[in-house]
């Protein structure tokens, strides 16, 4: 009788080794309720590698695959084959959702775990001129881009700061962020009144990790609850779009997930919450990537079971980028909180928004929600108006009668290393980073190959030669 395999093969798909970042077959394969990316490099032996603890949702993201929306322009060729022709070439599946431009590489904290190893001994801050060319390459990609973030380092310190939102203010840009640590809105709310006067279509991206002194002090080198305390009394003061992000580490701060949601809900200022877990790159100081990593389908029942607000349909696969994205939004209405992503069928994100509302959990519910919106708008039309709320990431456009106020989204942001890299997904990355020569590049291999010295190792990888990833 043949001996079975104590696994099911489930799909084939191509990853990196993890020591030399050279090209490797893998298989994704479902054991013990759990999905693992197992790899083997003929060098330096296999790897097993767990992608998911959720087998029905990561089956579920293959059906959340929308049709590839494509930048106006390509930016580099086709030569050595994904990973190592960004960007973005000819074959990468997703235009820029959102774009970072990184101002200044200086930071007025040292972080323990930094993608971009920011710190106050960096010296590079960026010219208005060369963020101007950052600025227009995002540009000529996008046409009217969607999000950009304006990000570092620590960007509310460049000596030119506001010069740069003005910039920015200036281009096409729907809607643009501001990647921060707070320390400057915390401390200045002269700074904080004149960053109000950008609003509409401005937000702020709050470093936002933890209650606890012990969890800020191993993630950022520092006890920063009063500064995070100060802050968003400024933000609420002057009611200013923000998002608080939270960098996960198991163990450590995941059992702050439902707190902190709790706590976004009950800010005037607050519009959601982005939970991003540790991305093995950059300065990762006491994080071993075996015991330390979390996996999104994780992170997503950790919503689930400590929100008190979101079920297991309301946190879906975003469709630009179903397997690093998951999105669940809701309706703020005084003190009660309604989850609206599981009563939208998802043919309205996956079609074009030709299906109406389903309310199928709670009919109650309809009343309330349609009182919302103005009377005079047709089904099809508010459906619509709630598929451009129902976009991957946060937008400007909302639908009559409601306001971005009311509105309050969690979302999941997993970014690829070289332990969890498939190639079949980074080709359907929308968040990206534009290099200082103009081309844009997913923020997964930005920060693999693409980041300051690497390049020459990437290079080295494209004649062949060894390399070994410290």
């Known amino acids: 009788m043949p ?5 099911l093969f489930y799909e084939l798909t191509n990853s990196i080794c993890s020591t030399c970042l050279r090209k490797v077959e893998a298989k994704v394969i479902i054991q013990d309720d759990n999905v693992y990316l197992h790899k083997h490099c003929f060098t330096h032996g296999p790897e097993k590698v767990l992608i998911s603890t959720d087998v029905e949702y990561y089956k579920r993201c293959r059906e959340f695959i929308k049709p590839s929306e494509m930048p106006l322009q390509w930016n580099t060729p086709i ?9 973005l070439c000819p074959d990468h599946e997703q235009h820029s959702c959102l774009t970072l431009v990184e101002v200044i590489e200086r930071c007025n904290l040292a972080c323990p775990i930094c993608y971009a190893e920011s710190s106050p001994h960096q010296e590079m801050i960026r010219s208005l001129e060369e963020i101007d060319r950052m600025l227009d390459a995002v540009v000529r990609n996008e046409g009217e881009p969607d999000i950009v973030q304006i990000s570092g380092g620590e960007p509310t310190i460049h000596p030119q700061f506001f010069e740069i939102l003005d910039l920015a203010k ?3 840009i729907k809607h643009l962020m501001l990647n921060t640590n707070g320390i400057r809105i915390a401390q200045d709310r002269e700074f904080v009144k004149r960053l109000a006067t950008y609003m509409p279509g401005f937000e702020i991206y709050l470093q936002f990790d933890s209650f606890e002194e012990s969890a800020l002090r191993e993630l950022r080198g520092a006890d920063l609850r009063e500064i995070r305390k100060k802050a968003i009394e400024h933000l609420n003061e002057f009611n200013i779009s923000t998002t608080l992000v939270v960098t996960l580490k198991k163990g450590l701060n995941d059992h702050e997930v439902g707190e902190i949601i709790q706590y976004g809900m009950k800010q005037k200022a607050v519009r959601g919450v982005t939970f991003q877990p540790i991305q093995a790159a950059g300065r990762l100081e006491e994080f071993d990537p075996a015991t330390d990593r979390l996996t999104l389908s994780e992170v997503r029942q950790m919503i689930i079971d400590q929100s008190g607000v979101f079920k297991p349909e309301d946190i879906i696969p975003v ?24 009563l939208i069928d998802p043919n309205i994100l996956l079609e074009g928004g030709r299906n109406t509302i389903v309310f199928e959990r709670d009919e109650t519910l309809k009343d309330r929600i349609f009182e919302l919106f103005a009377t005079n708008l047709s089904p099809s039309s508010q459906a619509l108006s709630l598929q451009s709320l129902l976009c991957c990431l946060p937008m400007v456009t909302v639908p009559e009668g409601i306001g971005y106020d009311n509105v309050f989204r969690v979302l999941i942001m997993q970014f690829l290393d070289p332990h969890n890299f498939d190639v079949r997904s980074v080709k359907k990355s929308c968040v990206h980073i534009v290099h200082p020569d103009g081309r844009i590049i997913p923020f997964d291999t930005y920060n693999m190959f693409y980041r300051g010295d690497k390049e020459a190792q990437l290079e080295a990888l494209r004649r062949g030669e060894d390399i070994t990833v410290l």
Not at 79 to 87: R, V
């Open 170 to 172: 200036s281009k096409p």
């Open 3 to 7: 001996k079975n395999r104590p696994y």
């Open 319 to 342: 469709p630009c980028h179903p397997d690093c994205l998951a999105m669940g939004y809701a309706l703020k209405l005084g003190d009660q909180v309604m989850p609206l992503t599981g």
């Open 79 to 87: 030569k050595y084959g994904c990973p190592y022709d960004c960007g």
